[in-house]
């Protein structure tokens, strides 16, 4: 069965600062990966995908992240971070039919 | 496309009383996703359909909990009766295949007192 884990349920940076949010996973089968970002009061939003092919990711404001299968590992980074960055990170798995989410990564934004 | 659309987006009810919590999948999206979300528990995934038949349930929580999907463009999530511990966010999420990502809706904020 496939998993998630994501480290560190919180995260605080300073604006301009490199954002780093960890997630590794657990699959008997190639993955298909996900990471989402949750504002407050709203619904799930993709920032990225891998699929197969080239193993660095890129999305949406700016956020990308690598695939690295020897280390089981998806991790998101960002190079500076913004006010407006912070809100609710969710890594996912996916094996052909299922979709498991970890249980989140809260990234906290400093002036 | 409107999205994933889910009502109500607020739920308050009296512990012992039946919920039902709707969704309306993306047309064209084969998969359908519930999902609750807790502080404590983060995001569980409850149940999904594929065209319309439930795949794996092994995430319902109990007996109490049931999911149905009568037609390509409409699910339900019914907790019967409920208590103040199902007081949580719950998701509904679509995708048209799989291995695909997921659309998912605003959710259903459930306050059982």
């Known amino acids: 069965a496939q998993s998630v884990t994501q480290l560190g349920s919180h995260v605080s940076v300073s604006e301009g600062a490199l954002v780093l949010l960890r997630c590794n996973y657990s699959?008997?089968?190639?993955?298909?990966l996900f990471w989402y970002v949750q504002y407050p009061n709203q619904g799930l939003q993709l920032l990225l995908k891998?699929?197969?092919?080239?193993?660095l990711v890129k999305g949406i404001n700016g956020f990308e992240a690598e695939f690295k299968k020897s280390e089981t590992s998806f991790h998101l980074t960002k190079p500076s971070a913004h006010m407006s960055d912070a809100a609710e990170y969710f890594c996912?798995?996916?094996?052909?039919?299922?979709?498991?989410f970890g249980t989140g990564t809260r990234l906290l934004v400093s002036p | 496309d409107a999205g994933v659309i889910q009502s109500p987006r607020h739920e308050v009810t009296e512990m012992g009383q039946e919920v039902t919590l709707r969704c309306k999948p993306i047309?064209?999206?084969?998969?359908l996703f519930w999902y609750r979300q807790t502080m404590m528990r983060g995001l569980e995934l409850l149940i999904y359909?594929?065209?319309?038949?439930?795949?794996?349930d092994s995430g319902m929580p109990e007996d109490r909990f049931s999911a149905k999907m009568p037609n390509a463009s409409f699910s339900t999530l019914k907790i019967q009766p409920s208590e103040p511990r199902d007081s949580a966010v719950y998701f509904c999420?679509?995708?048209?295949?799989?291995?695909?990502?997921?659309?998912f809706g605003q959710g259903t904020r459930l306050t059982v007192v």
């Open positions: 999420a679509s995708r048209p295949g799989f291995n695909t990502e997921a659309f």
């Open positions: 699959s008997s089968v190639p993955p298909y």
């Open positions: 891998y699929t197969t092919g080239a193993t």
């Open positions: 996912a798995v996916s094996t052909f039919q299922k979709l498991v």
């Open positions: 047309s064209g999206h084969d998969y």
């Open positions: 359909f594929n065209n319309n038949v439930p795949i794996d």
